[in-house]
């Protein structure tokens, strides 16, 4: 069963930023990719930002120039540096991991709160 520990996640003001990490239980050096979602309530889960095995990278729109998605292959960990916050990027952050022919896993999610 893998594991993902989500952490720093916490309450900022906007225009400030928050780093948040994901640790792996298993080596994400031949996962398919590893990524951050967000979601409010009432809404669905959209996709932050994602890395792949080779390291190519996908932002969601409003992403774009203020986040940056990168990893750690030998700590096994992915982290998501999130610069110029807004408070509509306030939302619960999941890490998510994907291998070929599994499903999704999912972390238990870290709170972001931006306050104006």
């Known amino acids: 069963q893998v594991q993902l520990v989500e952490s720093g996640g916490g309450l900022v003001q906007a225009g400030e930023s928050l780093r948040l990490s994901c640790a792996a239980s298993?080596?994400?050096?031949?996962?398919?990719?590893m990524g951050w979602f967000r979601q409010t309530p009432g809404e669905q889960r959209e996709l932050v930002a994602a890395?792949?095995?080779?390291?190519?990278?996908t932002y969601g729109n409003s992403m774009k120039g203020r986040f940056t998605i990168s990893r750690d292959v030998a700590k096994n960990t992915a982290y998501l540096q999130m610069n110029s916050l807004k408070p509509e990027d306030t939302a619960v952050y999941y890490c998510?991991?994907?291998?070929?022919?599994?499903?999704?896993?999912w972390g238990q999610g870290t709170q972001v709160t931006v306050s104006s």
């Open positions: 998510a991991l994907d291998r070929l022919g599994e499903n999704t896993y």
């Open positions: 298993l080596s994400i050096s031949t996962i398919l990719s």
């Open positions: 890395i792949s095995r080779t390291g190519t990278t």
